[in-house]
Protein backbone atom coordinates (compact mmCIF):
# COMPACT_ATOMS: atom_id res chain seq x y z
CA UNK A 1 0.00 0.00 0.00
CA UNK A 2 1.25 3.45 -0.86
CA UNK A 3 1.91 5.65 2.01
CA UNK A 4 0.59 9.57 1.17
CA UNK A 5 1.33 12.43 3.80
CA UNK A 6 -0.57 15.24 3.41
CA UNK A 7 1.16 18.73 5.25
CA UNK A 8 -2.09 20.92 5.21
CA UNK A 9 -3.70 23.27 8.07
CA UNK A 10 -7.39 23.63 6.77
CA UNK A 11 -8.84 20.24 8.16
CA UNK A 12 -12.13 20.25 6.05
CA UNK A 13 -9.14 20.79 2.82
CA UNK A 14 -7.03 17.62 4.21
CA UNK A 15 -9.93 15.58 5.55
CA UNK A 16 -11.43 15.91 1.97
CA UNK A 17 -8.16 14.56 0.24
CA UNK A 18 -7.71 12.06 2.80
CA UNK A 19 -11.03 10.48 1.91
CA UNK A 20 -10.12 10.46 -1.57
CA UNK A 21 -6.92 9.15 -1.29
CA UNK A 22 -8.02 6.42 1.23
CA UNK A 23 -10.47 5.98 -1.39
CA UNK A 24 -8.35 4.62 -3.76
CA UNK A 25 -6.67 2.55 -1.36
CA UNK A 26 -3.73 4.67 -0.16
CA UNK A 27 -2.72 5.10 2.94
CA UNK A 28 -2.79 8.58 4.24
CA UNK A 29 -1.34 10.59 7.54
CA UNK A 30 -1.98 14.56 7.96
CA UNK A 31 0.31 16.72 9.54
CA UNK A 32 -1.27 20.13 10.40
CA UNK A 33 2.39 21.71 10.95
CA UNK A 34 5.57 22.06 9.61
CA UNK A 35 7.11 20.47 13.12
CA UNK A 36 4.72 17.18 12.76
CA UNK A 37 5.82 16.83 9.43
CA UNK A 38 9.57 17.21 9.89
CA UNK A 39 8.97 14.31 12.53
CA UNK A 40 6.55 12.17 10.45
CA UNK A 41 8.56 12.10 7.13
CA UNK A 42 11.06 10.02 8.84
CA UNK A 43 8.45 7.40 9.09
CA UNK A 44 8.76 7.13 5.25
CA UNK A 45 6.30 8.08 2.51
CA UNK A 46 5.46 7.80 -1.50
CA UNK A 47 4.32 11.07 -1.75
CA UNK A 48 4.18 14.47 -0.10
CA UNK A 49 1.16 16.69 -0.44
CA UNK A 50 2.79 20.10 0.52
CA UNK A 51 0.50 23.22 1.57
CA UNK A 52 2.39 26.04 1.14
CA UNK A 53 0.88 28.44 3.86
CA UNK A 54 1.47 26.26 7.38
CA UNK A 55 1.18 28.64 10.77
CA UNK A 56 4.81 27.84 12.32
CA UNK A 57 6.91 26.79 9.38
CA UNK A 58 6.49 28.01 5.50
CA UNK A 59 6.16 25.43 2.67
CA UNK A 60 9.05 26.68 1.32
CA UNK A 61 11.46 25.45 4.23
CA UNK A 62 9.51 22.11 4.69
CA UNK A 63 10.17 21.45 0.93
CA UNK A 64 13.56 22.38 0.90
CA UNK A 65 14.65 19.92 3.96
CA UNK A 66 12.37 17.39 2.30
CA UNK A 67 14.40 17.44 -0.76
CA UNK A 68 17.99 17.56 1.62
CA UNK A 69 16.97 13.71 2.52
CA UNK A 70 14.92 12.01 -0.03
CA UNK A 71 13.74 12.75 -3.75
CA UNK A 72 9.87 11.44 -3.51
CA UNK A 73 7.26 13.33 -5.44
CA UNK A 74 5.86 16.55 -3.92
CA UNK A 75 2.75 18.14 -5.04
CA UNK A 76 2.24 21.70 -3.61
CA UNK A 77 -0.99 22.93 -2.91
CA UNK A 78 -1.09 26.65 -2.30
CA UNK A 79 -3.23 29.69 -2.93
CA UNK A 80 -0.32 31.22 -5.09
CA UNK A 81 -1.84 31.54 -7.86
CA UNK A 82 0.54 33.20 -10.14
CA UNK A 83 2.60 31.50 -12.54
CA UNK A 84 5.77 33.19 -10.99
CA UNK A 85 4.37 31.32 -7.96
CA UNK A 86 4.19 28.10 -9.70
CA UNK A 87 7.61 28.77 -11.64
CA UNK A 88 9.10 29.61 -8.10
CA UNK A 89 7.66 26.44 -6.40
CA UNK A 90 8.70 24.13 -9.01
CA UNK A 91 12.15 25.70 -8.70
CA UNK A 92 12.28 24.76 -4.99
CA UNK A 93 12.30 20.92 -5.68
CA UNK A 94 8.53 20.42 -6.00
CA UNK A 95 7.13 18.08 -8.75
CA UNK A 96 3.81 19.58 -8.95
CA UNK A 97 1.92 22.90 -7.92
CA UNK A 98 -2.54 22.82 -7.88
CA UNK A 99 -4.11 26.08 -6.63
CA UNK A 100 -6.91 26.56 -4.39
CA UNK A 101 -9.73 25.83 -5.06
CA UNK A 102 -8.87 22.66 -6.69
CA UNK A 103 -10.71 19.57 -7.77
CA UNK A 104 -9.96 16.43 -5.09
CA UNK A 105 -10.75 13.49 -8.08
CA UNK A 106 -7.96 15.87 -10.16
CA UNK A 107 -5.76 15.65 -7.19
CA UNK A 108 -6.14 12.20 -6.71
CA UNK A 109 -5.45 11.40 -10.38
CA UNK A 110 -1.90 13.57 -10.02
CA UNK A 111 -1.40 11.45 -7.44
CA UNK A 112 -1.40 8.69 -9.38
CA UNK A 113 0.56 10.04 -12.45
CA UNK A 114 3.51 10.71 -10.13
CA UNK A 115 3.40 7.48 -8.59
CA UNK A 116 3.31 5.65 -11.49
CA UNK A 117 6.66 7.62 -12.61
CA UNK A 118 8.42 6.67 -10.17
CA UNK A 119 8.08 2.51 -10.52
CA UNK A 120 11.09 0.65 -11.49
CA UNK A 121 12.01 0.49 -14.84
CA UNK A 122 14.14 -2.12 -16.72
CA UNK A 123 17.78 -1.93 -15.36
CA UNK A 124 20.06 -0.43 -17.39
CA UNK A 125 22.72 2.44 -17.59
CA UNK A 126 23.10 5.30 -19.89
CA UNK A 127 26.80 6.19 -20.60
CA UNK A 128 27.31 9.31 -22.36
CA UNK A 129 30.31 11.03 -23.46
CA UNK A 130 32.93 8.29 -22.45
CA UNK A 131 31.31 7.61 -19.37
CA UNK A 132 31.00 11.32 -18.14
CA UNK A 133 27.58 11.13 -17.02
CA UNK A 134 25.31 8.13 -16.53
CA UNK A 135 21.96 7.61 -15.66
CA UNK A 136 20.71 4.22 -13.97
CA UNK A 137 17.17 3.65 -15.09
CA UNK A 138 16.55 0.69 -11.92
CA UNK A 139 17.96 3.11 -9.14
CA UNK A 140 17.11 6.80 -10.66
CA UNK A 141 20.46 7.77 -10.05
CA UNK A 142 22.68 10.22 -12.33
CA UNK A 143 26.28 10.35 -11.82
CA UNK A 144 28.10 13.09 -13.29
CA UNK A 145 32.11 11.93 -13.79
CA UNK A 146 32.08 10.52 -10.12
CA UNK A 147 29.51 12.78 -8.60
CA UNK A 148 26.25 11.20 -7.82
CA UNK A 149 23.30 14.13 -8.49
CA UNK A 150 20.14 14.36 -6.95
CA UNK A 151 17.29 15.01 -9.12
CA UNK A 152 13.55 15.12 -8.29
CA UNK A 153 11.45 12.21 -10.09
CA UNK A 154 10.02 15.18 -12.36
CA UNK A 155 13.60 16.24 -13.20
CA UNK A 156 14.58 12.44 -13.70
CA UNK A 157 11.91 11.76 -15.97
CA UNK A 158 12.44 14.47 -17.91
CA UNK A 159 16.42 14.06 -18.51
CA UNK A 160 15.51 10.25 -19.00
CA UNK A 161 13.31 11.08 -21.85
CA UNK A 162 15.47 13.27 -23.61
CA UNK A 163 18.51 10.95 -23.41
CA UNK A 164 16.56 8.01 -24.52
CA UNK A 165 16.32 9.77 -28.17
CA UNK A 166 19.60 11.86 -28.33
CA UNK A 167 18.82 14.52 -30.94
CA UNK A 168 15.30 14.24 -30.89
CA UNK A 169 13.60 17.84 -30.34
CA UNK A 170 11.39 17.89 -27.89
CA UNK A 171 8.66 20.74 -27.44
CA UNK A 172 7.34 21.78 -23.94
CA UNK A 173 4.27 20.82 -24.73
CA UNK A 174 5.25 17.34 -25.69
CA UNK A 175 7.95 17.00 -22.10
CA UNK A 176 4.68 18.48 -20.16
CA UNK A 177 2.58 16.02 -21.25
CA UNK A 178 4.99 12.95 -21.10
CA UNK A 179 6.19 13.71 -17.22
CA UNK A 180 2.75 14.83 -16.00
CA UNK A 181 0.46 12.76 -17.82
CA UNK A 182 -1.90 15.81 -18.89
CA UNK A 183 -1.43 19.48 -19.96
CA UNK A 184 -1.76 22.48 -17.49
CA UNK A 185 -1.40 26.30 -18.17
CA UNK A 186 1.84 27.99 -17.60
CA UNK A 187 3.44 24.72 -19.17
CA UNK A 188 6.40 26.69 -21.00
CA UNK A 189 7.72 28.60 -17.93
CA UNK A 190 7.30 25.08 -15.91
CA UNK A 191 9.58 22.80 -18.42
CA UNK A 192 11.92 25.94 -18.56
CA UNK A 193 12.34 26.18 -14.64
CA UNK A 194 13.05 22.29 -14.71
CA UNK A 195 15.41 21.74 -17.33
CA UNK A 196 17.25 25.34 -15.83
CA UNK A 197 17.26 23.10 -12.57
CA UNK A 198 18.79 19.79 -14.25
CA UNK A 199 21.30 22.04 -16.29
CA UNK A 200 22.91 23.18 -12.83
CA UNK A 201 22.85 19.95 -11.30
CA UNK A 202 24.65 18.24 -13.88
CA UNK A 203 26.85 21.15 -14.44
CA UNK A 204 25.77 21.84 -17.68
CA UNK A 205 26.20 25.05 -18.38
CA UNK A 206 23.50 26.87 -20.77
CA UNK A 207 26.03 29.06 -22.89
CA UNK A 208 27.62 26.18 -24.37
CA UNK A 209 25.76 22.75 -23.31
CA UNK A 210 27.40 19.60 -23.95
CA UNK A 211 24.13 17.56 -22.65
CA UNK A 212 20.94 19.73 -23.24
CA UNK A 213 20.57 22.11 -25.70
CA UNK A 214 17.77 24.84 -26.23
CA UNK A 215 16.24 24.55 -29.61
CA UNK A 216 14.82 28.45 -30.27
CA UNK A 217 10.73 28.15 -31.27
CA UNK A 218 10.88 24.40 -30.40
CA UNK A 219 11.80 23.13 -27.65
CA UNK A 220 15.06 20.86 -26.16
CA UNK A 221 17.24 18.12 -27.67
CA UNK A 222 19.74 15.93 -25.67
CA UNK A 223 23.36 16.16 -26.86
CA UNK A 224 25.10 14.11 -25.07
CA UNK A 225 27.10 11.13 -27.34
CA UNK A 226 26.23 7.33 -26.21
CA UNK A 227 28.80 5.05 -25.33
CA UNK A 228 29.11 1.46 -27.31
CA UNK A 229 27.76 -0.54 -25.05
Known amino acids: ?20 LEREGFEVS ?21 DLMLPDIDGESIC ?3 REISDLPIIMLTAKSSEDDRVRGLGMGADDYIVKP ?22 RILSFNNGLLKIDTQSMEVIKGTSR ?4 PTEFKILITLAERPQNVF ?3 QLVNIVQGFDFEGYDRVIDAHIK ?12 PVFIKTVYGAGYRFTGTPDLS
Open 1 to 20: MKKVLIIEDEAKIADVVKAY
Open 30 to 50: IAESGEKALRLIKDGYNLIIL
Open 64 to 66: AAI
Open 102 to 123: FSARELVARVKAHLRRTKKTED
Open 149 to 152: IALT
Open 171 to 173: SRS
Open 197 to 208: NIRHKIGDDMQN
